[in-house]
Protein backbone atom coordinates (compact mmCIF):
# COMPACT_ATOMS: atom_id res chain seq x y z
CA UNK A 1 0.00 0.00 0.00
CA UNK A 2 0.54 3.57 -0.40
CA UNK A 3 0.61 6.65 2.15
CA UNK A 4 0.39 9.97 1.41
CA UNK A 5 1.13 12.68 4.04
CA UNK A 6 0.64 16.25 3.28
CA UNK A 7 1.59 19.08 5.12
CA UNK A 8 2.40 23.08 4.71
CA UNK A 9 -1.38 24.79 4.41
CA UNK A 10 -2.45 26.84 6.87
CA UNK A 11 -3.98 30.76 6.54
CA UNK A 12 -2.05 33.71 4.60
CA UNK A 13 -2.48 36.99 3.60
CA UNK A 14 -3.17 37.93 -0.01
CA UNK A 15 0.27 38.01 -2.06
CA UNK A 16 1.94 35.88 0.42
CA UNK A 17 3.25 32.68 0.17
CA UNK A 18 3.11 28.99 1.15
CA UNK A 19 5.04 25.80 0.90
CA UNK A 20 3.17 22.38 0.73
CA UNK A 21 5.08 19.25 0.76
CA UNK A 22 3.84 15.41 0.32
CA UNK A 23 5.49 12.44 1.23
CA UNK A 24 4.40 9.14 -0.04
CA UNK A 25 5.61 5.68 1.56
CA UNK A 26 5.19 1.90 0.47
CA UNK A 27 5.30 0.86 -2.69
CA UNK A 28 6.42 3.58 -5.48
CA UNK A 29 6.98 2.87 -9.28
CA UNK A 30 9.93 3.73 -10.86
CA UNK A 31 8.16 5.45 -13.31
CA UNK A 32 5.55 7.89 -11.65
CA UNK A 33 3.54 10.79 -11.31
CA UNK A 34 2.87 13.58 -8.61
CA UNK A 35 0.85 16.32 -8.05
CA UNK A 36 -1.26 18.38 -6.80
CA UNK A 37 -4.72 19.41 -7.27
CA UNK A 38 -7.65 21.51 -5.28
CA UNK A 39 -10.88 21.86 -4.29
CA UNK A 40 -13.56 24.31 -2.85
CA UNK A 41 -16.92 23.21 -1.80
CA UNK A 42 -19.31 22.81 -4.31
CA UNK A 43 -16.86 22.46 -6.94
CA UNK A 44 -15.27 19.45 -8.90
CA UNK A 45 -11.33 18.89 -8.02
CA UNK A 46 -8.94 20.72 -10.01
CA UNK A 47 -5.81 20.27 -11.31
CA UNK A 48 -3.31 22.24 -9.75
CA UNK A 49 0.49 21.13 -11.15
CA UNK A 50 2.18 18.01 -12.18
CA UNK A 51 5.39 16.01 -12.18
CA UNK A 52 6.59 13.32 -13.29
CA UNK A 53 9.45 10.65 -11.84
CA UNK A 54 11.28 12.03 -15.17
CA UNK A 55 10.81 15.73 -14.17
CA UNK A 56 8.45 16.79 -16.60
CA UNK A 57 5.57 19.82 -15.17
CA UNK A 58 2.35 20.82 -15.92
CA UNK A 59 0.83 23.51 -14.43
CA UNK A 60 -3.23 24.91 -14.67
CA UNK A 61 -2.88 28.26 -16.42
CA UNK A 62 -4.58 30.30 -13.03
CA UNK A 63 -1.23 29.35 -11.38
CA UNK A 64 1.48 29.87 -14.09
CA UNK A 65 4.12 31.66 -13.16
CA UNK A 66 3.01 31.55 -9.72
CA UNK A 67 3.24 28.19 -8.02
CA UNK A 68 6.59 25.74 -8.85
CA UNK A 69 6.31 22.37 -7.79
CA UNK A 70 9.25 19.98 -7.59
CA UNK A 71 10.28 16.31 -6.12
CA UNK A 72 12.77 14.61 -4.37
CA UNK A 73 12.53 11.43 -5.72
CA UNK A 74 15.11 9.94 -2.92
CA UNK A 75 12.26 11.22 -0.15
CA UNK A 76 9.80 10.34 -2.32
CA UNK A 77 8.37 13.80 -1.81
CA UNK A 78 7.06 16.23 -3.80
CA UNK A 79 6.30 20.15 -2.62
CA UNK A 80 4.14 23.00 -4.25
CA UNK A 81 5.54 26.43 -3.59
CA UNK A 82 2.83 28.76 -3.75
CA UNK A 83 3.77 32.54 -4.11
CA UNK A 84 1.81 35.64 -4.80
CA UNK A 85 -1.74 34.01 -3.48
CA UNK A 86 -4.82 35.32 -3.56
CA UNK A 87 -8.10 34.35 -2.25
CA UNK A 88 -9.58 32.70 -5.10
CA UNK A 89 -6.71 29.83 -4.32
CA UNK A 90 -8.29 29.08 -0.89
CA UNK A 91 -8.89 25.27 -1.11
CA UNK A 92 -8.10 21.60 0.18
CA UNK A 93 -4.91 20.73 -1.81
CA UNK A 94 -4.49 17.26 -2.70
CA UNK A 95 -1.79 15.25 -3.20
CA UNK A 96 -1.95 12.11 -5.88
CA UNK A 97 -0.12 9.73 -6.87
CA UNK A 98 -0.04 7.88 -10.16
CA UNK A 99 1.67 4.28 -10.07
CA UNK A 100 2.62 3.13 -13.29
CA UNK A 101 3.32 -0.85 -13.73
CA UNK A 102 3.31 -2.68 -16.81
CA UNK A 103 -0.21 -4.13 -16.33
CA UNK A 104 -1.99 -1.36 -14.52
CA UNK A 105 -1.80 2.01 -13.31
CA UNK A 106 -2.53 2.75 -9.37
CA UNK A 107 -3.79 6.00 -7.67
CA UNK A 108 -3.44 7.40 -4.40
CA UNK A 109 -4.66 10.63 -2.83
CA UNK A 110 -3.58 12.47 0.31
CA UNK A 111 -5.94 13.57 2.94
CA UNK A 112 -5.99 17.28 1.82
CA UNK A 113 -4.59 20.24 4.07
CA UNK A 114 -6.46 23.50 4.08
CA UNK A 115 -5.04 26.81 2.29
CA UNK A 116 -6.85 29.79 3.06
CA UNK A 117 -5.76 32.85 1.22
CA UNK A 118 -7.33 36.43 3.09
CA UNK A 119 -8.05 39.50 1.34
Known amino acids: QVRLVESGGGLVQAGGSLRLSCAAS????????MGWYRQTPGKQRELVATITSGGMTNYADSVKGRFTISRDNAKSTVYLQMNSLNPEDTAVYYC?????????????WGQGTQVTVSS
Open 26 to 33: GVISGINT
Open 96 to 108: KLDNFWAASTKTY
